[in-house]
């Protein structure tokens, strides 16, 4: 069974810094490109990034390029997000989720709240 | 950046009922259109996937049809279970996009 687990989210106030986790298991997660997507509550879905399968390739939304980092650690079937110079309109549910070619399967996402 | 415009925001229907949601692509966008499915609380589910492709475990009264700017999800025969959010969502460039949404309401 295909199992995407978030963590990492939480309070951070406006300038902080924040890294999440998304532990994948149940599939071969070194063959598989992923995302991050994220929904500011009550809101709709926002692509934020992704990454292909070795890391070497990285996408990002023009709200978070310069701020936010992906990456992947292969042997320990985990995705990443630093998040730097947090703004309030960053807060959201961020969740990450699986591409062979288009997204199939999400967590059930961290909740990110920026405020002071 | 494509925008994708959803119709309805929202419908309220009743059980049994067909329903229709339509995606609208500012550019053309071939087939590289997925739906989602987001209950209350939970994570999006892939719907159909590729404009009209359908999805493993997903009941058959969900279809997709489309191409180019134009697309389309159905839902026949409405169930109680269906009332949620349905997203489109398009992988033909970046940034990738969603829709805003369709929310449908069980009278």
């Known amino acids: 069974e295909v199992q995407l687990v978030e963590s990492g989210g939480g309070l951070v106030q406006p300038g902080g810094s924040l890294r999440l986790s998304c532990a994948a298991s149940?599939?071969?997660?070194?063959?598989?490109?992923m995302h991050w997507v994220r929904q500011a509550p009550g809101k709709g879905l926002v692509w934020v990034s992704r990454i292909n399968s070795d890391g070497s390739s990285t996408s990002y939304a023009d709200s978070v390029k310069g701020r936010f980092t992906i990456s992947r650690d292969n042997a320990k079937n985990t995705l990443y997000l630093q998040m730097n110079s947090l703004r309030a309109e960053d807060t959201a549910v961020y969740y990450c989720a699986r591409a062979p070619s288009v997204v199939d399967y999400w967590g059930q996402g961290t909740l990110v709240t920026v405020s002071s | 950046e494509i925008v994708l415009t959803q119709s309805p925001d929202f419908q309220s229907v009743t059980p049994k009922e067909k329903v229709t949601i339509t995606c609208r692509a500012s550019?053309?966008?071939?087939?590289?259109l997925h739906w989602y499915q987001q209950k209350p609380d939970q994570s999006p589910k892939l719907l159909i996937k590729y404009a009209s492709q359908s999805i493993s475990g997903v009941p058959s009264r969900f279809s997709g049809s489309g191409s180019g700017t134009d697309f389309t999800l159905t839902i026949n025969s409405l169930e109680a279970e269906d009332a949620a959010a349905y997203y489109c969502?398009?992988?033909?460039?970046?940034?990738?996009?969603f829709g805003q949404g369709t929310r449908l309401e069980i009278k």
């Open positions: 550019q053309s966008i071939g087939s590289s």
């Open positions: 969502h398009q992988s033909s460039s970046l940034p990738l996009t």
């Open positions: 149940g599939f071969t997660f070194s063959s598989y490109w």
